[in-house]
C-alpha cells in the first residue's frame, strides 16, 4: 500500500462550488438545463446510493424494474419524445456509439454522414466505432448554418468513398458552438427515401423545448439529462422507433436478457432517480419554450448595445444557447492584468459565474431558466462591465 | 407532443426508498461498500449539478481540472491502487470494454481469456468488442474456485483457436457469485512472461481491502465506486500502467487531445465528487480489512447453525460477499402464502433489506463496515425466523 497521508487526502472532502453559493446566477449554457430543481434534492439524498433503484429488481434488467416504476417511466418518457423505445445510458455520446456499433454490424457499412456543428464526441463515437466521417458544410462565418440540402451529397459521398450506404446520418439539433436550430424533416425524408438511419442529437434541444420523434420522423434520438433535463446525471438518453430498437437493442449471445452494445444495466442510481422526479417538471417547462426565446432574443439585444459585441449564428435566436463575439472585452483583456480573466472576475464580483473563465474573444452564455429580474441583473452587469473599461453602451 | 397528464407523472417526483429510511439494515453485497458516508452528504448536494465539477475547466479534459483538484485526486487514486494512471469511466464494465476495444485495435487480437465466475457484463463487454471468450474453469459445487493453473491453457487455446495471442487475460479478484478471492499473483507473473496484458477486475476488493497493482504484477484494474469506494456513483475506475495506459488512452485523431476510447471525458458531477471527498474515509477503512473478515466468518458461522444453511465458495471467508445455501428457507417457501418472498418480508419485519426479493434457495449477502451489534441483529433475525417456521437452530 502506498504512504499516502490521510490528513492531506481530507481537502477532498472539503470541495465546495462558487455557483452553489444562494444568489449567485450561473450562465453556463451546458448547465442551465440541467439545474436540479430545488424540490427534487430530497430524491437526490434518498436515491444517493448507487444501486438506490435497484433494490426491488426481480427481472434482472433496470428498464424491467417496477418499484421504483422505472418502466412506467421509461415508457412515459418514450411518449413524451414521439419515440418507441427509451434506454438510459451515461451520456449522449455513448447513445450514439451504442447505435453506431449496433449498425455497423448489423449493416456492415464504414461511414457515418454528420453536420460540421456536430459536438466533438460525435466524431469521437464515430471514430471509435471504426467509421469514417462524411461531414454537411455550414455557411461559415457569421451564421455557420447548416446547409441541409447538402446531406444527399453527403450520403452519395459516403457511398463512393467506401462502396456501401452510411450506416447513419446524424443531425444535431441545436449545436453546441452557435445554439443554432436546425429542422430535421428535410433530413428525416431524405433519410426515409434513402433507407439510411436518420439519428437526431437532441442534446441541446429535447428536455428543454417541445421535441417529437415521431412528427419529425426520427429513427433516434439521444439526449442528456445533465444538459437537459434537469438531472444530477450524468444520464443519457436513448430513444429509438420500435423498428430501430430492434436492430440497436440486440441481446448478448450468451446472456439472452442482456442487452449487448448497453453491456447490460446502464445508468441507475441518482442519476436516474433525479431523472424520474424531474420529469413532471420537464413536461411542464417545455410549454413554456416561446417565452424562452424571447429571453434569448432580449438579451441579445441588450448585449449587442456594446461597443463591438455581435451575435454569431443564425438570427434572430431560436434557441437559448448564445455565442457572441465580444471584440470590445478582448481589447480590453489585452491591457489588463488578469488578462482574459478579468471579464470572469468582474462578472462574479457582481454575483454571475458560467462564462468559461479566461474568455473574451467569443463567449457563450444561456438564458434558460432565468427569471426577468435575472436577466435584467445580467444585462446590466455586462453593460456595467463594459462602462467600466471605457467601451461605448448604445 | 404526447397527451402525458402532468398530474399523473408527478408520482416520479415521490418516490422512495425502505432501504432509506434510519436504522434499517441493507444486507446487499452489491451496495454495502459503496454507501454514501454520512459527512458526504452534504458534497452531494454542493455538486448536484452534471457539470459541477467543470466549472473551471481549463484544458478542455476533466482529468486536467485543478479546481476542485481533480488532476491530485487521480494522482493519489493511482497511487493508492499501485498504478500509474486512472481515468474514471461509467462501470467497471465500461473500462473493461474501453481496455479490450483499444487491444483489439493496437494488437489485432481476437480472443480474450477470463475466469468462469467473472461477471456477466466481462462476457458481455468482450462480444461487443468483437472478441472471442475462452474460459478458465472452476471446481464447481461447493467451492467454485478458479483454477489459476490453467490460464495457461486458456491462453494456449486463444492462440490455437484465432491463430494470434489473446488481447488480454482476465482474472475476476473477488467474484459477485460466491465471493471468492483470488490471488492473482500466479496469473500477472505467467502473463508477463507470455507478453499478455493482464486485467484484473477489483469490483469488490479494491476500495474495501488493500490492492497493490504493482506488488501484484497488474497492467490494468478496474473497479467499481458505487459497489466498493462509497461514491453514489455510478463511476467506474480504470487504472493503469503507464506502458498499458499509451496503448489504451490514444488520442482521437481529429481531436488530438481527446482520448478516443473514453469518447472525451467520462464521468463528472456527483459521482465524481463523491467518489473525491469519499477517498479519505476509503483510504482509512481499507486499513480494517482484517476485521471486516472476521465479520463474515463470524456470521457464517451464526448462519450455518440454521438446518440445512451452508456456506459455498472457498472456506473460510477471506471476503464479505457470502453466498449460502438455505435448504431449510427453501422448503418453508413452498409451502408459504408468499412463496420465496416470506423470507424477505420477515427480515424486513425485524429491519433488514438486502436479500433479493423472492429468493430463499440460495441467498447472497455482506458484513462490510456492519458494527457489531448490526451484525449480532442479523444473526438473530435469521435464527428467530429459522425458529418461527420450525427450522432448527443448533
Chains 1, 2 share one sequence.
Not at 177 to 194: A, I, T, W
Not at 212 to 218: H, K, S
Amino acid at each position: 500500500m502506498s504512504n499516502l497521508d490521510v490528513g492531506k487526502l481530507r481537502r477532498y472532502a472539503s470541495i465546495s462550488r462558487e455557483a452553489a453559493r444562494p444568489g449567485v446566477i450561473n450562465l453556463n449554457p451546458i448547465q442551465r438545463g440541467g439545474l436540479l430543481p430545488e424540490e427534487v434534492q430530497k430524491i437526490l439524498i434518498e436515491f444517493k446510493d448507487g444501486y438506490s433503484i435497484c433494490d426491488f429488481c426481480l427481472k434482472g434488467r433496470i428498464d424491467k424494474i417496477d418499484k421504483p416504476p422505472v418502466s412506467d417511466f421509461l415508457s412515459d418518457l418514450a411518449s413524451f419524445l414521439g419515440m418507441d423505445v427509451v434506454r438510459l445510458v451515461n451520456r449522449s455520446r455513448d447513445a450514439i456509439f451504442v447505435i453506431l456499433m449496433a449498425l455497423k454490424k448489423s449493416r456492415g457499412g464504414s461511414a457515418v454522414v454528420l453536420d460540421s456543428n456536430a459536438h466533438y464526441s460525435t466524431y469521437l463515437a464515430a471514430e471509435a466505432a471504426g467509421l469514417e466521417v462524411v461531414e454537411v458544410p455550414n455557411s461559415g462565418y457569421p451564421e455557420f448554418k447548416v446547409d441541409l440540402g447538402a446531406y444527399k451529397d453527403a450520403i452519395a459521398e459516403a457511398e463512393e468513398r467506401t462502396g456501401e450506404p452510411p450506416v447513419a446520418a446524424i443531425l444535431t439539433h441545436a449545436d453546441s458552438h452557435y445554439g443554432n436550430l436546425n429542422d430535421p424533416r428535410p433530413v428525416s425524408e431524405l433519410c426515409r427515401k434513402l433507407g439510411v438511419p436518420f439519428i437526431l442529437n437532441a442534446a441541446y434541444t429535447a428536455g428543454v423545448m417541445p421535441v417529437d420523434g415521431r412528427e419529425l420522423g426520427i429513427d433516434a434520438l439521444v439526449s442528456s439529462g445533465h444538459k437537459s433535463w434537469a438531472s444530477s446525471g450524468p444520464i443519457g438518453i436513448l430513444a429509438l422507433t420500435s423498428e430501430l430498437a430492434e436492430e440497436v437493442l440486440v441481446p448478448s449471445s450468451r446472456f439472452r436478457d442482456k442487452e449487448l452494445f448497453l453491456l447490460g444495466c446502464p445508468v441507475l442510481g441518482a442519476p436516474l432517480a433525479t431523472l424520474m422526479a424531474s420529469f413532471p417538471y420537464v413536461v411542464e417547462r417545455v410549454r413554456r419554450w416561446p417565452e424562452e426565446v424571447e429571453k434569448a432574443r432580449w438579451l441579445v439585444a441588450e448585449l449587442e448595445r456594446i461597443e463591438g459585441t455581435r451575435q454569431l449564428g443564425v438570427r434572430p435566436k431560436e434557441h437559448h444557447l448564445i455565442c457572441l463575439e465580444t471584440p470590445g472585452f478582448h481589447e480590453v483583456a489585452k491591457r489588463h492584468k488578469k488578462k482574459g480573466f478579468f471579464l470572469y472576475r468582474e462578472l462574479k464580483a457582481r454575483g454571475i459565474v458560467g462564462i468559461r473563465p479566461g474568455l473574451t474573444r467569443r463567449i457563450k452564455l444561456s438564458t434558460y431558466g432565468l427569471s426577468e429580474e435575472e436577466l435584467a441583473r445580467v444585462a446590466e452587469a455586462f453593460q456595467d462591465i463594459a462602462r467600466k473599461y471605457g467601451l461605448a453602451v448604445s
